[in-house]
């Protein structure tokens, strides 16, 4: 039994978490309805209804659907449909099914609009395809200044010597993307999974999953082979290993599980580790405060560890076998990227001003301390009413396009490098959503986000 101590401090450190957390969803809601349309920051995209008129008009049509459905008895009748459909004795079978006509539709839909994108993308997928077929990569400079970038040429690269019975540039790069298209909706999968297990409710968890659809299962970011895509599966894993790990006879293969996801996505996409280290804050709580037998400790602490080994082993020999020798003195820093997230010009985005000013200096000790002067220096510049400013567009450069930049990445002609022959007569009408053009007539999926 937990003491009273202990429960205080658990309902205290609960309140605080979720009302920081409450504060800034509110703080960023605030800054999207009332800044959206007069801020000028980067990457903007010029829209007909601000967000506030956009909410206004869903509220409305919300409350016209409800009160239309109550006076006519709609709702009674969609309540007995409910019933019918019978989604708490069909859940699995409804989320399969409906998972693979996503996939099918997405396969269709990534066939229609395939394009090479340009950046880094670009970049990764060409040294991939150097590796895979000739065994080496000829120029290390990339792969040094980016190392995260690693583990996913590595990756990609033995996805297409797989695939190398195409003998096809193009057929290769379509199979690239329907293994990120595989691994998303496996995501999506999870994510409903987790949902239903965390609200104990089937039919929230299909609607988790058909929000996630729209978000992210029909986001054309799908067909763009790069980490971003080829990593989404790992946070909702390790939260879903998470959600069961008390239902699993043994719970330690859990925890390995998820430092093993959790160090494997630290080396492919640093960020995605964020999670693991808040289950893991929460699990050294438990700990400390509700005391486990220390033999399960044991258990889960020695297959943490061994997880942690083998996804640093992985790391490790993905390095030495890349097919180049990399220059560990001309790697970016978190200084560098902290530098570049304080750039006022460019709201905190990549920029080659700060990429060519970081490679200006031959060490990784010169470099990290230019770039902690500069980041003071942005600091004091700044100051709080300054630094303010830079949060509020820094936030509608994060937060506003519901496309997350799509067609922005790489400059103007960087992103859609090459666009690729019509292969189906529905292709013109599937890019006409998801395609830029001069007079900006098309890309109606960004008007959709």
């Not at 005391?291 to 061994?306: E, G, I, Q, R, Y």
């Not at 570049?340 to 080659?352: P, S, Y």
Request: with cysteine; charged share 20%; net charge positive.
């Amino acid at each position: 039994m937990l003491s009273d101590k202990v429960k205080n401090i658990r309902r205290c450190l609960a309140a605080v978490i979720v009302s920081i957390y409450s504060l800034v969803l509110v703080l960023i809601l605030l800054d999207l309805f009332l800044c959206d349309k007069h801020a000028d920051y980067i990457c903007k995209r010029e829209v007909l209804i601000s967000n506030i008129g956009i909410l206004l008009i869903i509220l409305v049509t919300v409350t016209i659907m409800y009160v239309v459905s109550t006076k006519t008895k709609l709702l009674k009748h969609t309540r007995l449909l409910y019933r019918r459909l019978s989604i708490n004795r069909d859940f699995y079978k409804i989320l399969i099914l409906s998972s693979l006509l996503l996939l099918l539709i997405q396969i269709y839909v990534a066939y229609d609009i395939l394009f090479f994108a340009g950046w880094d993308c670009d970049m990764v997928v060409s040294m991939a395809f150097e590796r895979a077929f000739h065994g080496t990569i000829e120029s290390s400079d990339y792969l040094s200044l980016n190392p995260n970038n690693v583990a996913l040429t590595y990756a990609l690269s033995m996805v297409i010597r797989f695939f190398s019975f195409m003998k096809n540039y193009t057929a290769i790069y379509f199979a690239l993307t329907c293994v990120e298209i595989i691994l998303t909706d496996i995501s999506l999968f999870l994510l409903a999974l987790t949902v239903k297990r965390i609200t104990l409710r089937k039919s929230i968890g299909l609607c988790a999953w058909v929000v996630g659809v729209l978000l992210i299962g029909m986001s054309p970011w799908m067909i763009v082979p790069y980490s971003d895509g080829y990593c989404l599966i790992i946070p909702i894993t390790i939260l879903y290993l998470y959600t069961i790990r008390k239902e699993c006879k043994y719970q330690s293969l859990c925890f390995f599980g998820m430092v093993f996801m959790g160090m494997l996505g630290y080396v492919f996409k640093p960020y995605t580790v964020i999670v693991l280290i808040a289950i893991l804050l929460v699990e050294g709580f438990h700990v400390i405060f509700e005391k486990p037998k220390w033999k399960h400790v044991f258990l889960n602490l020695s297959a943490m560890t061994l997880a942690f080994i083998l996804a640093m082993g992985i790391k490790v020999y993905m390095t030495q076998h890349i097919g180049c020798e990399l220059d560990a003195e001309k790697a970016y820093s978190y200084s560098h990227y902290c530098m570049m997230g304080l750039n006022e010009k460019w709201d905190g985005i990549w920029n080659n001003d700060d990429a060519a000013f970081s490679q200006s200096f031959e060490n990784k000790e010169e470099r990290t301390q230019a770039n902690l002067l500069a980041i003071r220096t942005r600091l004091e510049a700044f100051g709080l009413g300054g630094y303010l400013e830079f949060l509020k567009n820094k936030t509608l450069v994060n937060f506003n396009d519901g496309a997350f930049a799509w067609g922005f990445e790489g400059g103007e002609g960087g992103f859609f490098m090459i666009k690729l022959k019509e292969p189906t007569d529905t292709a013109d009408f599937l890019r006409s959503f998801f395609y830029n053009d001069e007079a900006g007539t098309r890309n109606r999926y960004l008007v959709l986000m």
